[in-house]
């Protein structure tokens, strides 16, 4: 049986943080809080390259940091994901059952004070990060849209948050 020395174990872990995609520093392009009802639910902050957003192509990488204010079960994240995706009308119902699973997958259920953050690269790929580790990534070219959208299109259940979101500061 093999055993690990503490040198051979802080190799190990070295070499497993040299794999790991690290969060890129990008320059807040705006920042607000969404509500539902009563309750504050997140701090949302929007970044990219040079802290202008004009579009998907030419922002990218585009980074939507959400900063939980509650504990919120990753069931209850995926179902109201979905129902942006119904309410904008803009993706395929087959599509959004792929990409629910998918979410299943890469999402993690949230407490208060955890992030969790979407990174679209250039391609429309989206990589997912919880508390600054990546998660995984979605890599169907149509998803990064169809999912900036739910806080970016004009027809945002949440046009505020989108006018912060977007608005240099």
Same mark, same amino acid.
């Given at each position: 049986?093999?055993? !690990? @020395? ?26 607000? #809080? ?14 990219? +390259?040079?802290? =202008?957003? #004009?579009d998907y192509k030419t922002s990218s +990488?585009?980074?939507? =940091? ?6 919120? /079960? ?6 109201? @994901?979905?129902?942006?995706?119904? &309410? ?5 119902? #087959? ?12 999402? $993690?259920?949230?407490? &208060?004070?955890?992030? !969790?953050? /979407? ?12 508390? %600054?580790? =990546? ?5 169907? @070219?149509?998803? %990064? +849209? /169809? ?8 027809? #945002?259940? /949440? +046009?505020? !948050?989108? $006018?912060? !979101?977007?608005?240099?500061?």
């Amino acid at each position: 049986m093999y055993r !690990l @020395t503490n040198v051979g174990l802080l190799f190990l872990l070295g070499m497993l943080s040299f794999s790991a995609v690290a969060l890129p520093e990008l320059n807040t392009v705006g920042q607000g #809080s969404y509500r539902y009802l009563f309750w504050q639910l997140y701090d949302a902050r929007l970044a990219t +390259p040079n802290g =202008e957003f #004009s579009d998907y192509k030419t922002s990218s +990488p585009l980074l939507l =940091e959400l900063e939980y204010k509650r504990k919120i /079960a990753k069931d209850d994240i995926i179902t109201a @994901t979905l129902e942006q995706w119904q &309410k904008l009308n803009n993706v395929a119902k #087959s599509q959004q059952d792929n990409w629910v699973v998918q979410l299943g997958k890469l999402w $993690r259920d949230v407490d &208060k004070g955890d992030k !969790l953050s /979407a990174l679209m690269q250039q391609d429309g790929s989206v990589v997912f990060y919880f508390n %600054g580790e =990546e998660t995984g990534k979605v890599t169907d @070219t149509e998803f %990064g +849209p /169809a999912f900036f959208d739910i806080w970016l299109s004009p027809d #945002s259940s /949440a +046009p505020k !948050l989108r $006018r912060q !979101l977007i608005t240099a500061q």
